[in-house]
């Protein structure tokens, strides 16, 4: 397990950096990603990218890793602490979007050491 979670570490690095070429390079072409704004999925790395490139023309969201498992079914689940501010640093109130400061499970699917697959669930 200890590969998988370098992989995410680094996912999460490269996400909180904006570098979403860092992050897509850890995808698998056909990755299934949960839109967490909108519900559902976006499919394929070029839909991630135009998910996130649309995310963050809205708001910065953060998002920090605190802890790691394994299911029993092999997906590895992140904790994380998610905190959403507006373009100007100040943090959301209010917002009408899925999006919200809180703790969520990020629930990861890997094949081949790459991202297949990545849902989003409350903690």
């Known amino acids: 397990m200890d590969d998988d979670i ?4 680094g996912l999460y690095d ?5 570098d979403i070429d ?3 390079a850890a995808l698998t072409e056909d990755v299934a990603w949960a839109n967490a704004m909108d519900g559902g999925h976006v ?19 953060q ?12 997906a590895v689940v992140a904790e994380v602490r998610q905190t959403i501010r ?4 100040k943090l959301l109130q209010g917002q009408t979007h899925g ?3 809180k703790t969520v499970e ?12 990545f849902d989003v669930q409350d903690a």
């Open 6 to 9: 370098k992989i995410l570490e």
């Open 14 to 18: 490269r996400f909180n950096a904006r």
């Open 22 to 24: 860092g992050v897509l």
């Open 43 to 61: 499919d394929g790395r070029e839909a991630v990218r135009a998910y996130w490139t649309r995310q963050w023309a809205l708001v910065s969201p």
């Open 63 to 74: 998002v920090e890793p605190v802890g790691f498992h394994r299911t029993a079914d092999g």
């Open 86 to 89: 507006d373009l100007d640093g």
């Open 99 to 101: 999006l919200e400061n």
């Open 106 to 117: 990020h629930v990861f699917r890997l094949r081949a050491g790459k991202v297949a697959r």
